[in-house]
């Protein structure tokens, strides 16, 4: 099975902390990268200078990508334009980066009542999602991405339901510097969700392995 692949088309929505830094680094490694945030591509100059990647409208990003990186606060998921995924290519494999704080995103009832983010995502979209980088500081990604083989290498989880857009992703996890944990379906994405163990901390996949299923 294929597992890593190169010169991919990626569309990020969100331009921000996690949004940019994930530009940054998927560019170095060989990507097609394109980018949006809800103000317009005019405003993404210092970001598509700093990244290497091209700034474009939201209805735009997702056009015959790949991967569709989807990197907002988690409310403004609810806002994006629906059929928004419809002219990526098929298959694509849509990431969810994005994490559930109500100081900041106001109270989202199912979620509060016991769904996952990432499930909650997916209903917004009306696409399998696969939760990818929601666990770690956005500097992170550019202070402790390594190669494969390091030791003590840093490990982060993905869980998705899709299994091939789920194997896309343990690629590029892999590929941009950090072991991929396959977590399971997207339910299963609760542990890792804020306020778990293996929310945030910078381990390998040994002991990140441990503190899932501990959760
Ligand atoms: N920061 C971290 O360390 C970190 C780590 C892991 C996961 N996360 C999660 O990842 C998500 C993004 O976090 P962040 O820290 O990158 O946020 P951020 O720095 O505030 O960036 C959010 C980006 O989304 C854009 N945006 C907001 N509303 C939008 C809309 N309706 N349509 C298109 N773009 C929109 C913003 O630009 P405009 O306002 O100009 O549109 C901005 O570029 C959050 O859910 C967060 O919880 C963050």
Aim: hydrophobic residues 40%; glycine residues 12%.
């Amino acid at each position: 099975m294929e597992i890593r692949r190169i010169g991919m088309k990626i569309g990020i929505i969100g331009a921000g902390h996690i949004g940019g830094n994930l530009a940054q680094l998927l560019v170095q490694h060989g990507h097609e990268v394109v980018i949006a945030n809800s103000r317009g591509p005019a405003t993404l100059g210092a970001v598509a200078q700093r990244t290497g990647a091209t700034p474009v409208e939201v209805a735009d990003a997702p056009r015959d990508a790949e991967v569709v990186i989807v990197a907002v606060p988690l409310r403004a998921v609810a806002e994006l334009p629906k059929g928004l995924l419809d002219t990526a290519r098929p298959g694509v494999a849509v990431i969810d980066t994005n994490n559930y704080y109500p100081q900041r995103d106001g109270q989202i009832r199912p979620i509060d009542d016991g769904m996952t983010s990432a499930r909650w995502v997916s209903e917004q979209l009306a696409r399998p999602v696969v939760k990818a980088f929601n666990n770690i500081v956005a500097q992170q990604l550019l202070d402790r991405h390594t190669k494969p083989g390091t030791e003590g290498r840093r490990a982060l989880p993905v869980a998705g339901d899709d299994g091939a857009a789920k194997t896309v992703v343990l690629g590029l996890v892999d590929e941009i510097g950090f072991d991929a944990v396959d977590v399971g379906g997207l339910d299963e994405s609760w542990r890792y969700q804020p306020g778990t163990p293996a929310y945030g901390p910078d381990v390998t996949a040994a002991k990140l392995i441990e503190l899932l299923e501990g959760a």
